[in-house]
């Protein structure tokens, strides 16, 4: 049902006025601050109308209304005014592109969920940009006998270490041409495509020395996939201080079991890189945030015009989005730009 105009001006005072102060909102305070030239009771009229539509709620201790998560969802959709932001107010290490800049992504990510904790007072996260699936070089170094380290590095630049138990003792040249005729042959295929070949190809070789690629080629993979999707997370204590996040054990349990776990909140990254600009999950509307009183707006970043990993900021449902969302979206951008080479 399409609320009329009065009722959505209704909905949206009460929204901002509970963001505010945090207190149930009644009849008397709406006639005050919505603007509207009505009497009393055409207010309670429109606010048990939009109580009967899942918009407000009654608390038991109070007459006044609060918004609910379907009310949260029309007003960030529809009647939400958002804020302009001055990009000059938001941290100058991210608003230098450049090689120094895009060689340290590590740091860049930390300073960015730093960042979004710090200008919001909530939350901030990120999920790091994913590891290419591909490799650009393979290294064999012999620690001792039967102990080799194995270096992965994938376009881009980053590297991967893994320590192979074989059961062989290879020499250093056997390892040598080993390197040499993966990175000859498969640089720059992805890790499946090469496993598949290398059943094929290497029948021509000395088992012990096919048995080390493959090895080699699995562990490059698992390596990759244990690195994928990190996560920085900064400023979780700040959410101690919001009693609507903190009001008992039970919601405290539930929240840091979300940080600790990270799967649902990663799940809920994951699904917004495929979407473009900001997104806003709200309560429980997700089915991967644990609490109705908890709120995470997010956005994607890029290198060099690709979609590499997502950004965010957790807080309370009651937060102020006008000045939440700008923020998320300017630090993308100025994510995105650090990150690319110039």
């Given at each position: 049902?399409?609320?009329?105009?009065?009722?959505?001006?209704?909905?949206?005072?009460?929204?901002?006025?509970?963001?505010?102060?945090?207190?149930?909102v009644?009849?008397?305070?709406?006639?005050?601050?919505?603007?509207?030239?009505?009497?009393?009771?055409?207010i309670?009229?429109?606010?048990?109308?939009?109580?009967?539509?899942?918009?407000?709620?009654?608390?038991?201790?109070?007459?006044?209304?609060?918004?609910?998560?379907?009310?949260?969802?029309?007003?960030?959709?529809?009647?939400?005014?958002?804020?302009?932001?001055?990009?000059?107010?938001?941290?100058?290490?991210?608003?230098?592109?450049?090689?120094?800049?895009?060689?340290?992504?590590?740091?860049?990510?930390?300073?960015?969920?730093?960042?979004?904790?710090?200008?919001?007072?909530?939350?901030?996260?990120?999920?790091?940009?994913?590891?290419?699936?591909?490799?650009?070089?393979?290294?064999?170094?012999?620690?001792?006998?039967?102990?080799?380290?194995?270096?992965?590095?994938?376009?881009?630049?980053?590297?991967?270490?893994?320590?192979?138990?074989?059961?062989?003792?290879?020499?250093?040249?056997?390892?040598?041409?080993?390197?040499?005729?993966?990175?000859?042959?498969?640089?720059?295929?992805?890790?499946?495509?090469?496993?598949?070949?290398?059943?094929?190809?290497?029948?021509?070789?000395?088992?012990?020395?096919?048995?080390?690629?493959?090895?080699?080629?699995?562990?490059?993979?698992?390596?990759?996939?244990?690195?994928a999707?990190?996560?920085?997370?900064a400023?979780?204590?700040?959410?101690?201080?919001?009693?609507?996040?903190?009001?008992?054990?039970?919601?405290?349990?539930?929240m840091?079991?979300?940080?600790?776990?990270?799967?649902?909140?990663?799940?809920?990254?994951?699904?917004?890189?495929?979407?473009?600009?900001?997104?806003?999950?709200?309560?429980?509307?997700?089915?991967?945030?644990?609490?109705?009183?908890?709120?995470?707006?997010?956005?994607?970043?890029?290198?060099?015009?690709?979609?590499?990993?997502?950004?965010?900021?957790?807080?309370?449902t009651?937060m102020?989005?006008?000045?939440?969302?700008?923020?998320?979206?300017?630090?993308?951008?100025?994510?995105?730009?650090?990150?690319?080479?110039p």
């Amino acid at each position: 049902m399409q609320l009329d105009n009065r009722a959505q001006t209704l909905l949206k005072a009460l929204v901002e006025r509970y963001i505010a102060d945090g207190q149930p909102v009644g009849s008397r305070a709406l006639s005050k601050i919505s603007g509207l030239d009505l009497s009393p009771a055409t207010i309670r009229n429109i606010m048990a109308d939009l109580e009967e539509l899942g918009y407000v709620a009654s608390p038991h201790t109070s007459a006044g209304r609060v918004p609910t998560p379907r009310g949260y969802r029309l007003f960030v959709d529809t009647l939400l005014t958002v804020q302009h932001l001055d990009e000059r107010a938001v941290d100058p290490q991210l608003r230098l592109p450049g090689q120094a800049q895009a060689a340290q992504p590590h740091k860049l990510i930390a300073n960015a969920a730093q960042m979004l904790s710090s200008l919001t007072q909530f939350a901030g996260v990120v999920l790091s940009p994913r590891h290419e699936s591909a490799f650009q070089q393979i290294e064999f170094l012999r620690l001792s006998e039967k102990r080799i380290l194995l270096v992965i590095v994938v376009p881009g630049g980053d590297v991967q270490n893994r320590l192979l138990l074989t059961d062989v003792d290879y020499t250093p040249a056997q390892l040598q041409a080993s390197a040499n005729f993966l990175n000859q042959n498969y640089s720059g295929l992805a890790f499946d495509e090469v496993r598949g070949r290398l059943q094929h190809e290497l029948r021509q070789l000395r088992d012990d020395m096919g048995r080390l690629m493959q090895t080699a080629v699995e562990a490059s993979s698992e390596a990759l996939a244990e690195s994928a999707d990190e996560m920085v997370i900064a400023g979780e204590r700040n959410l101690l201080s919001v009693s609507d996040l903190s009001s008992n054990m039970s919601s405290l349990r539930q929240m840091f079991d979300m940080f600790e776990q990270k799967t649902g909140l990663m799940q809920l990254l994951d699904v917004s890189s495929k979407a473009s600009g900001v997104q806003i999950f709200i309560g429980g509307e997700s089915q991967l945030l644990p609490m109705d009183e908890m709120s995470v707006v997010t956005a994607p970043y890029e290198a060099n015009g690709r979609i590499v990993g997502t950004l965010g900021v957790i807080g309370p449902t009651r937060m102020a989005y006008e000045r939440v969302i700008p923020i998320v979206d300017i630090t993308s951008r100025l994510l995105s730009n650090a990150l690319s080479q110039p």
